[in-house]
């Protein structure tokens, strides 16, 4: 996100908005898979699809909620002197939700394997 939010008015396709849609394109998909497994990790087989479909409603409210506040940050930026300020605005916040969630992984990852030692189970 971070690099496709330093496309300009003389950006071209190739490489400006192409090589990063493909970067955020392949990083998604690995997310969504690890997410989900992380989602359902522990859970009893017969409770299995609630907390399969409880991680999916967390993925769509987040993406939507996402969407919402970044829309709201692209039509507050936009002015018709700078044409792509409300683009760089959302990308962005976009940039902050992301450095947002990498801090929530970690934190959850190091208080996962915290209680996995102290409960004197092997590190996943």
């Not at 008015?9 to 998909?29: A, E, K, N, R």
């Not at 990790?41 to 907390?51: I, L, R, S």
């Not at 919402?68 to 940050?73: D, E, G, N, W």
């Amino acid at each position: 996100m971070a690099w496709l939010s330093r496309i300009s008015t003389g950006s071209s396709y190739f490489p400006d908005v192409l090589l990063p849609l493909l970067v955020i394109g392949i990083g998604q998909g690995i997310a969504i898979i690890l997410m989900t497994q992380g989602g359902v990790a522990g859970v009893e087989p017969q409770d299995a699809g609630a907390a399969s479909g409880l991680v999916n409603v967390a993925h769509q409210l987040g993406g939507s909620l996402g969407i919402a506040i970044l829309t709201i940050a692209y039509t507050r930026a936009s002015s018709a002197t700078d044409p792509t300020a409300g683009f760089h605005a959302a990308f962005t916040g976009a940039d902050v939700f992301f450095l947002i969630a990498l801090a929530l992984a970690v934190v959850v990852a190091v208080a996962g394997r915290r209680a996995n030692r102290l409960a004197g189970l092997p590190a996943n």
